[in-house]
């Protein structure tokens, strides 16, 4: 009974094939219905994911999405799937579900999600029962490699970043002016080219600055989000993505100090979401 499941964030989405014989993975570009259409989901997932699956016949589709947050994306992304695989049945849900059935199954916790994005829940083992809003990229998403990003262009242009780091960043990207704002000009695609810089800070994470704006990032958002769900204290918190992960000894000292209860860390949600489907 072969089932496919998907992690869709802003900048990729992975898919796993399931079935008792076998078991395969693979990528596709980002499938956010704030960013696409119908239409532009169908494409995408015609060209870069059915060619692979070479003819296996799908049962079951279950689907987390970062935007499918509302019935009316979560209709978006159905439709593109359904003209698909017409004869599965499809199951579509906001990535943040997919996250806290990853970290908890079907135990209550705070789950977060820190990539690209950053979002969080308070899950009580079957459903999201509170929500603080991330505000996405241009009014939060804090802790995301988006907001960290943001704030290294920020401190290179004004003049903060010490020198050694300075030149390196020149090394390892392109810091011309007039590529970032071209690149900040693209609509859809801005959060995804500020992103794209995090990585650096993940390369120089033992530098002093760049600890600071790791530190306050991440700061921010536990005291901030995460400390404003009730009864905070009394639920680990566990935590999905690139960002978190690579970051988790950070991350864990911070919610030690703000008297919090450090759970799971994981890059990426699928493991423990094929786990859930199949248990």
Same mark, same amino acid.
Request: with cysteine.
């Given at each position: ?18 079935? &008792? ?22 494409? @995408? ?10 003819? @296996?016949?799908?049962? &079951? ?7 499918? %947050?509302?019935? @009316? ?16 049945p499809i199951d579509v849900e906001h990535d943040l579900l997919g996250a806290a059935r990853a970290c908890f199954f %079907? ?68 810091? %011309? ?8 000009? &693209? ?93």
């Open positions: 009974m072969p089932f496919l499941i998907a992690d869709s964030g802003a900048t990729k989405t992975k898919w796993c094939l399931e079935s &008792e014989n076998f078991s395969d993975s693979y990528y596709t570009e980002g499938l956010n219905p704030y960013y696409h259409t119908t239409a532009s989901i169908s494409a @995408v997932i015609n060209a870069e994911l059915v060619p692979k699956l070479d003819g @296996v016949h799908i049962d &079951e589709v279950y689907f987390y999405g970062a935007g499918c %947050d509302n019935p @009316v994306k979560k209709q978006t992304v159905y439709k593109s799937l359904n003209a698909i695989f017409p004869d599965a %079907d135990e209550p916790g705070i789950a977060c999600i820190l990539g690209t994005g950053s979002n969080s829940c308070l899950y009580d083992g079957e459903k999201i029962v509170e929500h603080v809003p991330s505000l996405a990229f241009i009014l939060g998403d804090e802790g995301s490699a988006g907001y960290f990003g943001k704030k290294l262009i920020n401190s290179y242009f004004r003049f903060e970043l010490p020198g050694k780091l300075k030149k390196e960043l020149e090394k390892s990207y392109n810091m %011309d002016l007039d590529h970032i704002m071209d690149g900040v000009s &693209e609509g859809a695609q801005i959060s995804r080219f500020v992103a794209s810089y995090a990585k650096f800070l993940g390369d120089h994470s033992n530098h002093s600055f760049v600890k600071k704006i790791l530190c306050e990032g991440f700061t921010s958002f536990i005291s901030r989000i995460i400390k404003n769900y009730t009864s905070a204290g009394s639920y680990k918190v566990s935590f999905v993505g690139s960002v978190a992960y690579a970051h988790q000894n950070v991350i864990k000292e911070i919610l030690q100090e703000e008297g919090l209860k450090s759970g799971t860390f994981s890059r990426n949600p699928l493991d423990r979401l094929i786990t859930y489907h199949t248990s």
